[in-house]
């Protein structure tokens, strides 16, 4: 893992950016010497780590005592795309103009990043926690397919939060049966391109016996900021 | 209103016992002289305001700096029964014994008590804002039929927190579409008495612009004490 930047905000959080291989990532670390606990947080469906809603919520995760951590999925953010994956793009901006079914499109296209980003965030993980000022234990923040993943194959992710306002692939549907860690769920009401009942069903099939849903009423990017201080407290119960 | 008792408990709160005419209430303040905003708090289908889990719940909101009222509705607590009362719970734990669909019993029972209790918690929200400790604006907490109507009917009511957990009349499942302020649903999603479907339907009827829905693991009785703390801050939010 190498830094290739550092950045002390005027919040007193660090943003240092580094990459791992061929890795781009963002660590943003509390003021504090002491070892914080980790927070892994990615957007759905591989939105960029530099999205400004990201990155709000990391800063404000790093104020409360939290190292925070995002890395670009392959083809995503600043990484190079493949040829297929410029189609598949291409073929759901089409689609989507065509106001045709999306849900074979998203499979397609969803199921395989999420496929490539789970051994990549492993391997992020391995590094960030050698580092000397991130501890254990860890939280998973934000995209729900990969955390659902990466909860289901890592043992260090302590608790989850998710974001229900992306496609889950069926096979991270069936993954969900396997999940145990505490969870917070968020939905959005009113999120037209992501079927409410699907989010329901999902909560409904997880196998934590701490799980919580916070639904709000609006579209898909309408989430008051009073979840992200939610989140920090759920956090808080599990990770600190 | 007169009091009739009172006892500053450990934590500083002032817990005062008073009657209204025929209606025997608690206010739980908090240490500080000033004006506290009110918090009205009522147990689903008419359970008694000495409920341990209603006076721990008032006490705690009453700690973090709010007057807290309960009231017993007629015919509930240490209030006199009549006989159409006492045929009406009959009938009810009959049915429940017998495995019997119970949505008309509970209409015919829970409609009449929810018309009856609304006049007096509004006769009781008079007295209390005359006091010298209390101020608005005013905020409802717990009994959802109950919270309903009073929201409807009650413009002092400035944000409302609803338990899903009881039956909801006919007449407040209609009254819901009226319903315009912050509001915070509690549901306990596993409560095998309260089908979860009906609880999702209300939700989504209600015509607040702020509305969030909080649903946990668990049966009737397992709502986890951090959701108490995240009723607070709800109420923080609108009421300070």
Redesign the interface.
Known sequence: MQFTSEQRLDDGVLAREFTLGEIPGTLWTPESAAPAPLILMAHNNGLPKAEPRLVARARFTARCGYAVAAIDAAGCGGRPRSAADERARAELRRAMRAGEPLDGIFESFIGPLVEKAVPEWRTTLDALLSLPGVGGPVGYSGWMALGIRLAAVEPRIAAAGFFAGGYVPRAQCEEARQITVPLLMLLQ?DDEGNPRQRA?DL??AFD??????????GGHTGT?W?EV??AN?FFG?HLK
């Not at 934590?208 to 009423?217: G, I, Y």
């Open positions: 009401w329901l909560f409904d934590s016996r701490e799980k919580t849903l916070h639904a709000n009423t008051p009073f201080e939610d407290r119960r």
